[in-house]
């Protein structure tokens, strides 16, 4: 939806009924995974629970 | 904006930056490394997705599947294809060998099939009483053939299944001894063939009356 369909953070938590912290969690992990799979040295992770932001 | 808000806003939207994101990026070479990295990932993963085949659920529902472009797919068909090759190969190979077992399998002829064939008939040429003409001429009828009953006394009578077909046989009494007559298709038809214990004859037919050729039978 972020990348394809250009929707924003807010719109994105908006559609999945999420908050924008788990939004941003999730995404970042994701990122995370294709940086491992890369061969990149994946960043720390994100905070633990969502929407606690 | 904190070390972890920033990194949690980086690696979950590393395209949009808000003010307080970029002051904290100003004062952190490693978060702004981090943005660098993230934001050249993050180009990949478009340009990779634009070229995938997307499959988007239908309309009310969110759920999306992605199918990932990565270079094994090239890899696996080359693969899959050498092993569909190699199976073709094999069957190639195996029904060639089926066609030369057949082809240039041992031919016997004719006589020699029929000299195997009686030696399982072998009352044929010991029985001493002579069947019915009603049994000779149902077994005849069997095959499609009539006999005149006024040749010799048939002693033997059977219908056995001889190269495909059924072919009568019979088994008669002649002073030079007994004889064997079978009554095969005009194509299988060959000279015929002497025995040991006796003669064995091939019965022509013409029309529809089947007459045994003494001739033959000595």
């Not at chain 1, 970042?28 to 491992?36: D, E, P, V």
């Not at chain 2, 072998?122 to 149902?138: H, L, N, Q």
């Not at chain 2, 060959?190 to 091939?202: M, N, T």
């Amino acid at each position: 939806m972020q990348v394809l369909g250009g929707f924003s953070t807010a719109e994105i938590a908006e559609e999945l009924s999420l908050s924008s912290t788990a939004v941003l969690t999730r995404l970042f992990r994701a990122r995370n995974k294709l940086r491992t799979m890369y061969g990149l040295t994946p960043a720390p992770d994100a905070p633990d629970g969502e929407g606690v932001l | 904006m904190n070390h972890n808000e920033a990194r949690l806003h980086i690696g979950g939207d590393p395209h949009t930056v808000p003010p307080e994101l970029t002051e904290h990026l100003a004062g952190c070479p490693e978060c702004a490394q981090f943005q660098r990295e993230m934001t050249v990932l993050d180009d990949n993963i478009r340009r990779a997705l634009e070229k995938a085949p997307l499959s988007v659920a239908p309309p009310g529902t969110t759920a999306a599947t992605v199918t990932p472009i990565t270079n094994a797919p090239a890899a696996q068909r080359r693969k899959r294809a050498n092993s569909w090759s190699g199976w073709a190969l094999a069957a190639s190979v195996a029904a060639i060998s089926m066609i030369a077992v057949w082809t240039l399998r041992p031919n016997d002829s004719l006589a020699h099939d029929v000299v195997a064939h009686i030696q399982y008939e072998s009352t044929s040429w010991s029985s001493k009483e002579p069947v019915t003409p009603a049994e000779v001429k149902e077994t005849l009828a069997r095959a499609g053939v009539a006999i005149d009953m006024d040749s010799d006394k048939v002693m033997y009578a059977h219908s056995c299944l001889f190269r495909g077909h059924v072919v009568p046989a019979s088994g008669r009494q002649h002073p030079t001894g007994p004889g064997d007559c079978h009554g095969p298709s005009s194509r299988q038809r060959e000279a015929p063939h002497e025995l040991s214990r006796g003669r064995h004859v091939w019965c022509d037919h013409s029309g529809p009356t089947w007459k045994p050729r003494r001739d033959h039978a000595g």
